[in-house]
């Protein structure tokens, strides 16, 4: 079952981009945070998507917010489009795909490519935007201008 607006985001782990443990347990109660889920490393709207969120990072950093992204692919690959891409936030790997089940995204285009969905979670905890869309860029300011009202 997807979660959704409201809801307390799950707790969820993950190895970050530099081969750590990432625990949300981290973030919640003491900042907001985006986290986006996204097909794959190194195609064009992935691309473009995590590019936006990097051009545009300070003022996520502004609004006191972190930024998560998060796919399928291995750590090595992150670990190359994070370097290839000056990419300032983490990438978590989610090989066996239990992230993505857990937020309940689905896939998209006859089911056939994981879908792109963006959360944004307040500094309690609670979900305070799920946007589902397969263009890229706009995620960006759909998660900034929810951000900026809570």
Same mark, same amino acid.
């Given at each position: &079952?997807?979660? $959704?607006? %409201?809801? $307390?985001?799950?707790e969820f782990s993950g190895i970050d981009t530099n081969g750590n443990l990432f625990e949300s347990n981290s973030l919640i109660g003491k900042k907001p945070f985006v986290i986006y889920f996204y097909p794959k490393d190194n195609t064009r709207v992935c691309t473009?998507?995590?590019?936006?969120?990097? #051009?545009?990072?300070? #003022?996520?950093? +502004?609004? %006191?917010?972190?930024?998560?992204?998060?796919?399928? /692919? +291995? =750590?090595?690959?992150?670990? $190359? @489009? *994070?370097?290839?891409?000056?990419?300032?936030?983490?990438? =978590?790997?989610?090989? #066996?795909?239990?992230? !993505?089940?857990?937020?309940?995204?689905?896939? /998209?285009?006859? %089911?056939?490519?994981?879908? !792109?969905? *963006?959360?944004?979670?307040?500094?309690? %905890?609670?979900?305070? =935007?799920? @946007?589902?869309? &397969? +263009?890229?860029?706009?995620?960006?300011?759909?998660?900034?201008?929810?951000? $900026? +009202?809570?």
């Amino acid at each position: &079952m997807a979660v $959704k607006v %409201g809801d $307390k985001v799950p707790e969820f782990s993950g190895i970050d981009t530099n081969g750590n443990l990432f625990e949300s347990n981290s973030l919640i109660g003491k900042k907001p945070f985006v986290i986006y889920f996204y097909p794959k490393d190194n195609t064009r709207v992935c691309t473009e998507q995590a590019c936006s969120f990097r #051009d545009q990072y300070e #003022d996520f950093k +502004s609004l %006191g917010a972190e930024v998560i992204g998060v796919s399928s /692919d +291995s =750590l090595k690959s992150h670990q $190359k @489009f *994070t370097a290839q891409h000056h990419l300032p936030f983490i990438l =978590l790997s989610d090989a #066996d795909k239990k992230l !993505r089940k857990l937020f309940g995204v689905p896939n /998209d285009i006859l %089911g056939l490519i994981p879908g !792109r969905v *963006t959360y944004v979670i307040n500094k309690e %905890g609670i979900i305070q =935007l799920v @946007f589902n869309n &397969m +263009s890229g860029k706009i995620h960006i300011d759909k998660a900034l201008e929810i951000l $900026k +009202s809570i």
